[in-house]
Structure formats: C-alpha cells, structure tokens
T-cell receptor, first 113, second 116 residues
Framework: DTAVSQTPKYLVTQMGNDKSIKCEQN?????MYWYKQDSKKFLKIMFS???????INETVPNRFSPKSPDKAHLNLHINSLELGDSAVYFC????????????FGPGTRLTVT | AQTVTQSQPEMSVQEAETVTLSCTYD???????LFWYKQPPSRQMILVIR??????QNATENRFSVNFQKAAKSFSLKISDSQLGDTAMYFC?????????????FGKGTKLSVKP
C-alpha cells in the first residue's frame, strides 16, 4: 500500500488555467504538508495542516489555496497559473507537527506553458 | 532564522568506495533534529537517516552514518561501500523541536554519482 499518494504525477497546462493536485496519506498521521521544488532542486515548504487546521503559510501567492477535507487528505488548488509555477510539488505527512520525520509522496511535476 | 548549507553541489565516487557529504547549519536553538533525505532520479524523497540534537551518539543505518558535531553545527553523511543505487540528490534538512511546527528546512542538495 502506498503511504503518501499524489495525483496526478504529471500535469501540463496553459497559463491562466486553474488546476488541483490531490494528496492522500494512509499512515494515520495528523499533519500534512505541501512543498515546492524548483528547477534548481531547492525544496521549500508552502503549507502545513494539522488536524485540518492551517499552521504554516509561508510567503505563497494567494492563488495557491490548500484544502483539507479530513486529516488524511490535503489538496492544493492553484488559480490563474503562471509560468513561474512550473515546479515539482510534493505532499508529505508526519505523525504530528514538529520534529517528526516527514514521509513524502512521489511528487507532481507541473508544467505551465 | 535557521539555514542549512551544503557546500558540495556535485560529487562522484567509485563503486565500493566511501564518500562523505557535508552539511552545516545555523540555529540558536538547542533542541532540534537533523535529517538526510535521498532523491533518486525517480524523484521520490526517501529518508536516509535522522539525528536528535540531544543525542551525542552518531546515528547509523546500515552503510549510512553521520558525523554530528553540535558545537560546530556540522552534520555530514558518510556512505560506505557505495553502490550504483546510491546515485541521487542528497538533501540535508533541519527541524526545530519547538518554534514553527513542521517547518523542515532543506539545504540545496548534493548530487552524488556512483561510478562503476
């Protein structure tokens, strides 16, 4: 069984479109995260949710909106996509927030044309 | 603010030999955790090893071990008996025990190539 899964794995879309990436974890973890990995492989946290409540919101444009229907799911919705949004987006989860190791999904490569 | 620095963008090693990847970090906190993650060409992020700052003993996981020097804020990863499957990007990461919940801070990575 896959611990942290993301769909889709690849997403190609045009500027201005709205798209969503879904994430699910079956580890029973309380906290989920979204990270962005840029073209230089640099990973940076975007959002964190603990029991369906947002606990981190780094300086991310408000075109990005995370939604957590329950503690096993954390989706990322992106409005009005821009070329600079092209990146790999990783979902992760941990037992709870703080210093617990995070388990990552396979990533979603988003390409905006 | 905490920072993580990996000074070696790329490294290579011959199969079966040993290689050490460097990582330094900056923090004013006393309680924190450090991790090494591996990202092979498949893109999957895989946890290699973790170290709690309060533990003096260096963590080991099979062929992977760390040299944790708390005073020097250094956390290097040693890979023994390198295998072709070790070819990957390696990321050093820091997380505070307190402070921002779950704010895992990554270095910029070291691309390791294992040559046959």
């Amino acid at each position: 069984d896959t611990a942290v899964s993301q769909t889709p794995k690849y997403l190609v879309t045009q500027m201005g479109n709205d798209k969503s990436i879904k994430c699910e974890q079956n580890l029973g973890h309380d906290t989920m995260y979204w990270y962005k990995q840029d073209s230089k492989k640099f990973l940076k946290i975007m959002f964190s949710y603990n029991n369906k409540e947002l606990i981190i919101n780094e300086t991310v444009p408000n075109r990005f909106s995370p939604k957590s229907p329950d503690k096993a799911h954390l989706n990322l919705h992106i409005n009005s996509l821009e070329l600079g949004d092209s990146a790999v987006y990783f979902c992760a989860s941990s037992q709870r927030g703080g210093a617990y190791e995070q388990y990552f999904g396979p990533g979603t490569r988003l390409t905006v044309t | 603010a905490q920072t993580v620095t990996q000074s070696q963008p790329e490294m290579s090693v011959q199969e079966a030999e040993t290689v050490t990847l460097s990582c330094t970090y900056d923090t004013s906190e006393n309680n924190y955790y450090l991790f090494w993650y591996k990202q092979p060409p498949s893109r999957q992020m895989i946890l290699v090893i973790r170290q709690e700052a309060y533990k003096q003993q260096n963590a080991t996981e099979n062929r992977f071990s760390v040299n944790f020097q708390k005073a020097a804020k250094s956390f290097s990863l040693k890979i023994s008996d390198s295998q072709l499957g070790d070819t990957a990007m390696y990321f050093c990461a820091f997380i505070s025990h307190g402070g921002s919940q779950g704010n895992l801070i990554f270095g910029k990575g070291t691309k390791l190539s294992v040559k046959p």
